[in-house]
């Protein structure tokens, strides 16, 4: 079965959830650029606070989709160095992949924040979205810089995702959630009808629209298309 785009994709990982809603400990974090949407979705359904986690793949030249590391604010980098040295990748190579989205991610800070702070987890339950798992990369770096700001419990959830970085993922956070884990994986894309990129403007659109002092909803809504 496939999604038909990341909206639904979020509305049927929320159903996987339900345990989180109506809870004032648990924010959501989206990854942007389409984890967001996902997260939204997800956020809406518990009743929570939404906001984003900004991360950047450092993809291999020549192969971007493939992630040899990720990058998140803090400083924060996490690098799969048997796949770079496998692949041969240099150093030099290494340091300027990262600079360059390092720049990208500082960029997407101010579009989508707007030098707004981010929402507080010190002390919450977060829930960490993506639109899929594939390497498991950039949600290693996701981790790793969130777990700076002290949150108590870190759950990783997404739509659909490898078996095995679900499973390994699972020895790093308090829990996983990956709702379809289909054999052979192929790659996130391909479990989605549509899969177009999201753009600025729509996680901007998203992030202003969710309150991040909102309450918790009254009635959580559901869907497990």
């Known amino acids: 079965m496939l999604f038909r785009d990341r909206s639904d994709a979020g509305r049927a990982l929320a159903a996987h959830l339900k345990e989180y809603a109506r809870r004032p400990d648990v924010v959501v974090l989206g990854l942007p650029r389409g984890g967001v949407v996902v997260a939204s979705e997800v956020a809406q359904a518990l009743g929570a606070p939404l906001d984003a986690l900004i991360v950047r793949k450092l993809g291999v030249p020549g192969h971007a989709e493939l992630a040899m590391g990720a990058i998140a604010g803090g400083g924060v980098r996490f690098l799969d160095r048997e796949l770079i040295r496998r692949l041969g990748i240099t150093d030099e190579v290494v340091e300027a992949t990262t600079a360059l989205e390092t720049r990208e991610l ?31 990369a ?57 899969f177009l990129p999201t753009s600025d403007e729509e996680v901007r659109s998203l992030l202003e629209r969710a309150s991040p002092d909102q309450g918790p909803a009254s009635e959580p809504r559901y869907s497990a298309s």
């Open 138 to 194: 950039t949600m290693r770096a996701a981790v790793a810089s969130l777990r700076e700001r002290g949150p108590a419990r870190i759950v990783v959830a997404v739509p659909v995702g490898s078996s095995s970085t679900c499973a390994e993922l699972g020895a790093e956070v308090d829990a996983v959630v990956c709702a379809r884990t289909p054999e052979p994986f192929l790659g996130v894309g391909a479990w989605y009808e549509s």
């Open 106 to 136: 500082e960029r997407r800070e101010e579009a989508y924040r707007h030098a707004k702070p981010p929402l507080e987890v010190r002390g919450r339950t977060v829930l960490l979205v993506d639109d899929g798992l594939a390497t498991g």
